[in-house]
């Protein structure tokens, strides 16, 4: 609320999952500058390229994002982590001074590297996961999701349906459910009831883009 008084237009639910799963009422204030830092010693080319990725979310804010390791960090990034994941807009402001709000597990040369930090930077200016939306009516297979995160990621039944089967409230949401989204999870055809997938998304969708103007809109501009 002090960081941004339309937070308290939607509604908040405590508790935050092991993925991050987010509000849509945890959004910086408009006009911000961000100032994102790394806490760990990275090479200067890991932190350029992670700059150049998150920049691509700067056109549809109005924020200013800042890169100075020597200032108090807004965004705290951790390169060498053992999870990919990130605090959730405001809740960063709730985390340990020296403690990352941004963590990378992904090396640098994996092919998923520039779409996951598309995904935990989403996380950090405040949005949630695509597949949670209300409309989204994915037709999980649920004794195979459960047996398939167990196996590879040693998930209980609890975490996997608060972090996948769960639906976020109307309430929080910015617009339609988006299957293109950078926020969405990948969901194999194995996995679902018929023939429905979400293959790996790579980039910033054009309603991922939407919603940020939405949400950072820019002095007379529509945010459509």
């Given at each position: ?51 150049k ?6 056109p ?7 890169f ?17 994941e ?9 985390a ?44 999980w ?77 820019k ?6």
């Open positions: 609320m002090a960081e941004n008084p339309l937070n308290g237009n939607t509604v908040s639910h405590s508790g935050r999952h092991k993925r991050s799963v987010g509000q849509w009422n945890k959004f910086w204030g408009n006009g911000r500058t961000l100032n994102i830092t790394f806490i760990n010693e990275a090479p200067e080319d890991i932190k350029k390229t992670i700059e990725i998150i920049r691509q979310w700067e549809s804010t109005n924020l200013t994002f800042t100075n390791d020597a200032a108090k960090g807004d965004i705290r990034i951790k390169t060498d982590a053992q999870t990919n990130s605090y959730v807009g405001t809740d960063a402001t709730l340990p001074e020296l403690e990352p709000t941004l963590r990378l597990a992904v090396d640098c040369e994996d092919p998923d590297f520039e779409l996951t930090v598309l995904h935990e930077f989403g996380h950090a200016l405040g949005l949630q996961h695509e597949h949670q939306h209300p409309k989204a009516n994915i037709p297979d649920k004794p195979k999701v459960y047996e398939f995160y167990k196996d590879n990621f040693q998930w209980t039944e609890e975490e996997v349906d608060g972090n996948l089967f769960s639906s976020l409230s109307t309430d929080l949401l910015l617009g339609p459910y988006d299957k293109d989204s950078i926020m969405h999870y990948v969901v194999d055809n194995e996995l679902t009831l018929g023939d429905w997938e979400v293959r790996r998304n790579t980039r910033i969708s054009k309603l991922d883009r939407r919603n940020m103007r939405k949400a950072y809109p002095p007379g501009n529509s945010p459509l």
